[in-house]
């Protein structure tokens, strides 16, 4: 794109699109050299760079966007794995206590039993 003329178009400066270096002075015959000065030809590739600017931004932002879901996944994974170590752990000590009640029932069971053979025995003594 070239504009000729004038006056700088406000998005040669400083803009992003700006090309340095692509300025240059135009002659005119007709024209004195204070005129020279002002009128300026300015080769730019201003679209094209706010195309492929805007396009690398895009890309930027959907490169973030997948890393911010990448984290959403694993914190998501971390969490699942999370509860499931919780759910087994409490599945275990719910099987431990379950365990832990058999056991103090069979023991039970047994002592009384043991109580009662020695009692009968003893009975059976005197």
Known sequence: M????????????????????????????????????MKTSFVVAWPDNTVQARDQNRERERERERERERERER???????????????????????????????LLSLALSRSRFALEREISKGF
């Not at 499931?84 to 029932?105: D, K």
């Open 75 to 105: 914190e998501k994974r971390e969490e699942r794995e999370r509860i499931a170590s919780i759910e087994a752990l409490t599945h275990s000590r719910f099987s431990l206590s379950r365990s832990l009640s058999l056991a103090r029932s």
């Open 2 to 37: 070239s504009f000729e003329g004038y006056h700088r178009p406000p998005y040669l400066s400083g803009s992003i699109g700006a090309v340095e270096g692509n300025c240059c002075h135009w002659d005119h015959p007709q024209a004195n050299h204070d005129d020279n000065m």
